[in-house]
């Protein structure tokens, strides 16, 4: 326990994972598995090496391939979307222009091509965020809640990333 508790606390002060369960859960199998040593942290963080997102996703399925922002010609939101999600993908919009250079559209009518689509449902905070090379990049909250923070993810990752996205679900 003493040995867990240590691999927790150096991986969570490097920012390499949050608290949670199932990193938690991983790390001990990986400790009684494997045994200590020296090189186990090192394999744990590369492990660990993808997205930072915090809150840390239940799920992040990273693909093959890359989405160049600069590709991004607009912003859809859904109609009749809740005037904080306008007000959050305006500040994407302006966040995503400033990084490429480009101007981008904020509509509200179906986008063609590749953009980020914002849609969300009736009430709820989940969410699921795509992005790939058919239509760019995919926002669906279960609620104008959801959405939101679908959107402060995206934030993160362009944060993370700059202006060329990987492929993930």
């Known amino acids: 326990k003493e040995l867990l508790n240590v691999y927790l606390r150096q991986l969570y002060s490097k920012q390499i994972i949050s608290y949670n369960i199932p990193s938690a ?23 660990f090496d993808y997205m930072k997102i915090i809150p ?5 399925e990273e693909k ?8 991004i010609k607009e912003i859809s939101i859904a109609l ?4 904080r999600i306008t007000k959050i993908a305006t500040l994407l919009k302006y966040e995503i222009e400033e990084l490429t250079g480009s101007v981008i559209k904020l509509t509200c009518a179906d986008a063609e091509g590749l953009a ?6 009736a009430e709820g905070e989940g969410y699921t965020l795509d992005i790939c090379g058919e239509c760019g990049i995919c926002v669906n909250g279960k609620g104008a809640a959801g ?10 990752i362009i944060h993370e990333y700059g202006d060329t996205l990987p492929y993930c679900h």
Do not use: C, K
């Not at 859960?25 to 492990?47: C, D, H, K, P, T």
């Not at 391939?65 to 600069?70: K, V």
């Open 25 to 47: 859960l991983e790390i001990a199998e990986g400790i009684l598995y494997n045994g200590y040593n020296e090189n186990y942290l090192q394999i744990l963080e590369m492990r």
């Open 56 to 60: 840390t996703p239940r799920l992040v």
């Open 64 to 71: 093959e391939g890359f989405l160049a922002l600069s590709d």
């Open 80 to 83: 009749g979307s809740d005037a």
């Open 116 to 121: 980020v689509h914002v849609e969300h449902g």
């Open 147 to 156: 959405a939101y923070y679908a959107i402060q993810t995206l934030r993160q």
